[in-house]
């Protein structure tokens, strides 16, 4: 199972671009990113998810280096809404092993 | 709205009670799953139910006790709890665990339960 770690909190104001980045350094040939999202008091919520390059998606972009080690969750001009925990997972397509949730980043935006 | 409905949204009860939460998903998925979540802690993993099947239990005390009597329904049975069980419960489904596809194998999570235990 691939071990991610991201930083436990970051804060941005409203308007401005955020970038989370996510290190797994043991991600495997098999293995997917995926990026949930979760507000106060809620489940989380399935972001976006990648394998290799860029994925873009209408509510972020998911940037991934060609060594695939590491990858960054950006999320254009954030609003206070954007405020909540985002966590990245890193398991093949079956799920078998993508149901293990880290410690997530705090994200809280300043208005 | 994810499609996966928890009942109650809340409860509160007392170390001797006897209690189940409930977890319904109106998505034709096959797999469901239970979540713990503590204050300022990640989400711990509990069970997870493939086609009724319990494929997981992720070394869960035995008074917690699950059950998924159809691939639509999944109960969480509580018994003589303490209060470190305090937490949120979490449901989620998804269209199956060991399913490869086009498709990953997102997570649809329920609002869950606030459980409080005296």
């Known amino acids: 199972l691939a071990k991610t770690t991201q930083p436990i909190s970051m804060d941005s104001y409203e308007g401005q671009e955020v970038n989370i980045t996510c290190s797994h350094n043991n991600i495997a040939t098999n293995d997917y990113i995926t990026w949930y999202q979760q507000f106060p008091s809620q489940g989380p919520r399935f972001i976006i998810q990648g394998y290799k390059t860029k994925v873009t998606n209408e509510v972020a972009s998911l940037f991934i280096p060609a060594d695939r080690k590491s990858s960054t969750l950006s999320l254009p001009r954030v609003s206070l809404s954007d405020t909540a925990v985002y966590y990245c997972?890193?398991?093949?397509?079956?799920?078998?092993?993508?149901?293990?949730f880290g410690t997530g980043t705090r994200l809280t935006v300043i208005p | 709205e994810t499609g996966v409905t928890q009942t109650p949204r809340h409860l509160v009860m007392g170390m001797t009670n006897k209690k189940s939460l409930k977890c319904e998903q109106h998505?034709?998925?096959?797999?469901m799953y239970w979540y713990k979540q503590s204050a300022k802690k990640p989400l711990e993993l509990m069970f997870v139910y493939n086609f009724k099947e319990q494929t997981e239990n992720n070394s869960v005390p035995s008074r917690f006790s699950p059950e998924c009597p159809n691939s639509s329904h999944l109960f969480l049975h509580l018994h003589t709890l303490q209060p470190e069980d305090s937490a949120l419960y979490l449901c989620a489904s998804s269209q199956g665990v060991g399913t490869s596809g086009s498709s990953y194998n997102e997570q649809f999570f329920g609002p869950g339960t606030r459980l409080t235990v005296l």
């Open positions: 998505l034709g998925h096959n797999a």
């Open positions: 997972l890193v398991g093949d397509r079956t799920g078998a092993n993508n149901l293990f």
